[in-house]
């Protein structure tokens, strides 16, 4: 059975916000520190999880990220500081 997560990332100064969807949350997480992948997480180097949540398929995640990504920076700020107020690293290198 697979799991979906719904992460954010976020620079070391905690100044820029990036919201994905992954069935494999190690793996991507480690995918976006390594930089394999062009684009905004790298441009801004967003290697610190600071969120996730957790879902039984892919829908149910695709549906919230779609509820985090777009736009309201708020929406984002408010997640992550209701489960990890210190803005800590979940997933050390």
């Known amino acids: 059975m697979h799991h979906y997560y719904v992460y954010i990332l976020t620079n070391q100064n905690s100044t820029v916000l990036y919201v994905g969807v992954t069935n494999d949350l190690i793996r991507r997480v480690a995918e976006h520190r390594e930089g ?3 684009g905004f ?5 967003l290697n610190k999880l600071v969120y996730f949540e ?3 398929d892919a829908k149910a995640a695709i549906a919230r ?3 985090l990504k777009p736009g309201n920076r708020q929406k984002k700020l408010d997640a992550v500081n209701a489960v990890n107020p210190n803005w800590a690293e979940l997933l050390p290198e």
């Open 36 to 38: 394999q992948h062009k």
């Open 41 to 45: 997480t790298k441009r801004y180097n």
């Open 54 to 56: 957790e879902y039984p």
């Open 65 to 67: 990220e779609k509820q």
